[in-house]
């Protein structure tokens, strides 16, 4: 926490890219009370550092419709605050989660992520991970995966997602699979991962340059998006 904050005191944007919360790891033993921990912890982020824009993305994780409507709920109350459920553009910069695994569309993306929609794991259950992490199981593991093979997956996403405009893109920031690494190049892009703030598991905080007029053209074009989506939705109900 004290390198978020530091960072954020330095950022103009600030860009959370999902699995920031787990609510099937969640210590707490039902949906509300995680929600109330959620709600404070981004209050505070955000209150904090008036100055900064936080966006936040949603992952496979933390991908719940309560929670997205938590996120709406806090938006609405602080004008440095959106949200995106699938991945922000900025300019020559995208910024995503990562889990796209055979997910080429928000569609299939979407019900990739209801299969992480569960109850709370058991105590006994985050015991066992714990010992499991303080092993270095994890880390070894996605430390030896091969780093193309996300990254094909992220293209070809970006690429049915974005249509024209992907060959705007230069550099594709991104989580998922908990190995942080900077300007690894595939196909003529920069990929940058942030890692995962798990025990055991590397993380970094990545940073960037950027316009505040991409920016800005950047959230109003999920905006008007979402807005969309919405009326589609009204009509087929």
Known sequence: MP??????????????????????????????????????????LVGRHPHCQFVFIMGNHDSLPAYAE???????????????PFYLKVGEKVFLHGDVHNSPTP????????????????????TAYYVFACLRVPRLVHELSPRHRPVADVITYLKAELGPRFAEVQDVYYGHTHRPHSNFVQQGLRFHNTGATLHGVRSRIQ???????????????RAHQAESIHTEAGQIV
Do not use: C, M
Request: aromatic content about 16%; cysteine-free.
């Open 3 to 44: 390198g978020l904050h530091q960072a954020a005191s330095e950022a103009g944007l600030f860009v959370l890219n999902g699995d920031i919360f787990d609510f099937q790891w969640s210590i707490y033993p039902d949906l509300g009370q995680s929600l109330w921990f959620v709600e404070n912890w981004i209050g505070d």
């Open 70 to 84: 938590l996120l709406e709920g806090l938006s609405a109350r602080h004008v440095n605050l959106t949200w995106d």
């Open 107 to 126: 569609q299939t993306l979407a019900a990739y992520r209801a299969k992480w929609h569960g109850p709370p794991h058991k105590a006994w259950v985050h």
């Open 207 to 221: 940073t960037f340059l950027y316009d505040p007029a991409d920016l800005e053209r950047g959230l109003e074009e």
